[in-house]
């Protein structure tokens, strides 16, 4: 079993920047890594994602051009870069991971993926 665990979330201005970190218990060679998001009262929602077995790096629309995906093997670390946040990002950030399937990212946010990190919450205020 893959345990993860999130951090660097925190209460940032609109405009401002964070950057959140997830450390694995295991390498990511063979594992498909994101992030996903839920806000007070909306489900959650797909953010970032990384797949090898279809060299795919895919975004929401929401974030793309500001949020950046990325992972450090050395460290079986992944991140998420987020730049020019806005009140709208506010929401509690998880990392998850799964066995990498050929099927891309978009099927990984919509059904999910096996191992999640507890947790960490970005607030932007405006």
């Known amino acids: 079993e893959v345990q993860l665990q999130a951090s660097g979330g925190g209460l940032v201005q609109a405009g401002g920047s964070l950057r959140l970190s997830c450390a694995s218990s295991?390498?990511?060679?063979?594992?498909?890594i994101g992030w996903f998001r839920q806000a007070p009262g909306k489900a959650r929602e797909g953010v970032a994602c990384?797949?090898?077995?279809?060299?795919?790096?895919y975004y929401a629309d929401s974030v793309k051009g500001r949020f950046t995906i990325s992972s450090d093997n050395a460290k079986n670390t992944m991140y998420l870069q987020m730049n020019n946040l806005k009140p709208d990002d506010t929401a509690v950030y998880f990392c998850?991971?799964?066995?990498?399937?050929?099927?891309?990212?978009?099927?990984?946010?919509?059904?999910?993926?096996?191992?999640w990190g507890k947790g960490t919450l970005v607030t932007v205020s405006s």
């Open positions: 998850a991971a799964t066995p990498d399937k050929v099927v891309g990212c978009s099927w990984y946010f919509a059904y999910g993926m096996d191992f």
């Open positions: 295991v390498p990511f060679d063979h594992y498909a």
């Open positions: 990384f797949s090898r077995s279809v060299s795919s790096t």
